[in-house]
């Protein structure tokens, strides 16, 4: 810049073309024209002031000059190039090497320090840092910032922050600097030395346009346009006042610099805005990773519990299928006598060890409960299950009692009688079998004779209420009850051909043999049934967590309307504004993924331990939790980055 008391002189352009040029150009809204048919022509070097009242279409015409709007009508030409063939994303390319924009209020990213704002511009073309980093301090200095680099642009005052505007606008060396009241929000001192600096630019070779309310701050131009309603009405003419020496003054030592967009620097910048936004914002940052954890968490949780469940069933399934066999008649037993005789039956094949009975009660007929229906209102209903057995099933399946005797099942002396699980115990409120202890069912007291323990083969019995056979008539319609045979190792399968025959010489056909194969390919079934589960229950969890991730980020993006408005007045591409927008979908998505990755195994690991499982977590656990992260993290960004792309800058400056 130059110093006090150097020679000034007017001078006509060197030039004969005009560096923009607007003909016959019209913008219209609607309900309103806010230009119509404007002819300008503005030359390399000059300082020009658009002046009119309010409404009068000053700005309208700041932001087709900076194509940050586009005229409905008529053309624009930057360096004789018609604007309206140049493609959206070649436009913001343009804008960011030929314009430099200062607002009234200057639009700084607050949270961002003066250096990392003065170098906005250059960062939303992709430059390399090292490139940035040689021009900000030089830059910084000429504005009588370098002292304030580091310091947050919300902690400058009023005047700091429109001089780091300027050197925000001057930094990538663009031929024109538009200016939009860049004095209207300063005191009188302040809009000075704003004016000072546009001179000082404007003598060395570049081109100021300027829009003003102020007649005195316009009378310091060399050019005065005036509008009103939309319309140029008067232009003083184009002239161009240069210093001698105008070919000295640059802003950075080494001359004016060679700015290359490289797609690497780009995406270097993009993760780093998007890391500074998360980090400024660590509350909003902490819900978002909660969310992503919660939903990765689930499904790694999920993963591993169905993998040892799974583990859990195919022993217990391949203990049974190798000296287990079940029968069942097709359309169930009419009576308990005809059960008993098909068990006198199966008990005379040689191989067999010993057979006992099992069939299940609706809990809903049953109804059973700690008091008589009716003496409690809203009683809990009971959420186990209700089994008739005898004594030779709980043998069979390995079920110890903690207290009572199962043989009670097979002879309840005339009154039926119940064995209950812990988990039913609890439920129902009995902790020990004795006299007078009772439970409820079909609305008539059962003596309780018993509590499970263990429940060894069959978890059911856990949570089960297990009365006798026989304590309860078959009435009309018939019991589903399944023989349970335990057979010498390896034997199942020729037991198997020869049972029905031995149950139902005349009708074998009527019964149902479960042998090795079968309980081999139920074995599969589970498995399956377990995956699909685990699939429905982690897809649930993650579009919980995409959606709330994603009302969170898209309400970041109202909130940061006019950051999103300056990086595209600055040049950011859309497609690069809206790969910032999935790069902070994708690092809370990755941060909450692996938090819910090692929550979920912890979570699997504890129950499993609680439940006595052997725990069986997948290598890949981990990996599928963070990838669920990463891709509803990407997904619940999509709509955000799509509004923050689609944003109009001059709508939103003007907002």
Same mark, same amino acid.
């Given at each position: 810049?130059?110093? +006090? ?54 700005? @309208?015409? &700041? !932001?087709? &000059? ?22 959206? #994303? ?58 304030? #680099?580091?310091? /947050? ?20 060396? /663009? =031929? ?13 001192? !302040? ?14 070779? @570049? ?31 184009? +002239? ?47 819900? %978002? ?8 968490? $689930? ?22 299928? !190798? ?36 069939? =299940? ?12 229906? $009716? ?20 043998? &069979? ?92 190792? $390896? ?7 020869? &049972? ?65 408005? %300056? ?80 944003? !109009?800058?001059?709508? %939103?400056?003007? $907002?």
């Amino acid at each position: 810049m130059s110093g +006090k008391g150097e020679e000034e002189h007017v001078l006509e352009p060197k030039s004969p073309s005009p560096i923009i040029s607007l003909r016959n150009a019209s913008r219209g809204f609607p309900g309103t024209k806010a230009l119509s048919g404007v002819h300008l022509d503005i030359y390399s070097g000059e300082f020009l002031a658009i002046v009119g009242p309010s409404g009068s279409g000053k700005s @309208t015409l &700041l !932001n087709i &000059l900076g194509l940050l709007d586009t005229p409905t009508a008529g053309s624009y030409l930057v360096h004789g190039n018609d604007m309206g063939e140049v493609p959206a #994303a070649e436009r913001a390319s343009l804008r960011a090497r030929v314009f430099g924009f200062v607002f009234q209020e200057s639009h700084m990213v607050g949270r961002d320090a003066a250096a990392r704002n003065a170098v906005l511009g250059l960062r939303a073309r992709g430059v390399a840092w090292k490139e940035q980093n040689r021009l900000v301090i030089p830059t910084l200095r000429r504005f009588g910032l370098e002292g304030r #680099a580091a310091t /947050p642009a919300a902690m400058l005052s009023g005047g700091e922050r429109q001089r780091l505007a300027m050197a925000r606008a001057v930094i990538g060396a /663009p =031929d024109v600097i538009l200016a939009d009241e860049p004095t209207g929000s300063l005191d009188t001192a !302040n809009g000075q030395i704003v004016v000072d600096h546009l001179r000082e630019l404007q003598l060395t070779g @570049t081109t100021v346009v300027m829009v003003t309310h102020d007649p005195a701050i316009a009378a310091t131009a060399d050019r005065i346009v005036t509008m009103r309603d939309g319309e140029i009405v008067e232009d003083t003419g184009h +002239k161009v006042r240069v210093h001698d020496d105008a070919h000295e003054h640059t802003y950075v030592e080494g001359g004016q610099p060679k700015l290359v967009r490289r797609r690497r620097d780009e995406i270097i910048d993009l993760t780093a805005d998007a890391l500074s936004t998360l980090t400024i914002r660590p509350a909003k940052a902490l819900l %978002l990773v909660l969310a992503f954890l919660l939903g990765s968490g $689930g499904l790694v949780a999920a993963v591993g519990l169905s993998e040892s469940a799974a583990v859990k069933v195919t022993a217990r399934i391949d203990a049974a299928s !190798n000296d287990e066999v079940r029968a069942t008649r097709d359309g169930g037993y009419a009576s308990w006598k005809q059960v008993s005789t098909d068990l006198a039956a199966s008990r005379l094949l040689s191989g067999v060890v010993d057979a006992g009975v099992v069939a =299940d009660l609706p809990a809903t007929e049953a109804q059973p409960a700690t008091f008589r229906p $009716g003496a409690v209102l809203e009683a809990p209903a009971f959420i186990g299950g209700v089994r008739i057995a005898d004594a030779a099933y709980l043998r &069979l399946q390995g079920a110890t009692l903690l207290s009572g005797d199962s043989a009670l099942l097979d002879n309840s002396f005339g009154a039926p009688v119940a064995v209950l699980g812990q988990g039913a115990a609890r439920q129902l409120g009995i902790a020990k079998p004795g006299p007078g202890v009772v439970i409820w069912l079909y609305g008539e007291p059962v003596a309780v004779a018993g509590i499970i323990d263990d429940p060894g083969r069959d978890p059911v019995l856990e949570g089960a209420v297990v009365v006798g056979v026989g304590s309860y008539p078959i009435a009309s319609t018939k019991v589903n009850a399944s023989l349970v045979l335990r057979t010498h190792t $390896g034997a199942p399968a020729a037991i198997a051909e020869v &049972l029905p025959k031995a149950l139902s010489p005349a009708a074998a056909e009527a019964i149902t043999v479960q042998t090795v194969a079968d309980l081999r390919d139920l074995k599969h079934g589970i498995n399956t049934d377990l995956g699909r589960m685990v699939a429905i229950v982690s897809v649930i969890l993650l579009v919980i967590a995409s959606l709330s991730a994603g009302t969170t980020m898209y309400l970041g993006v109202l909130g940061r309307s006019q950051e999103i408005a %300056l990086r595209l007045a600055l040049g950011m591409r859309k497609s690069a504004l809206a790969s910032m927008f999935l790069m902070e979908g994708a690092v809370v998505g990755v941060l909450g993924g692996t938090a819910g990755s090692a929550v979920g195994v912890g979570a699997a690991l504890a129950y499993a331990e609680n439940e006595g499982w052997v725990p069986v977590i997948p290598a890949t656990a981990a990996l599928w939790g963070i990838g669920a992260g990463l891709l509803s993290g990407l997904l619940s960004a999509v709509y955000p980055a799509a509004v923050a792309s689609r944003a !109009n800058p001059a709508q %939103l400056i003007r $907002g």
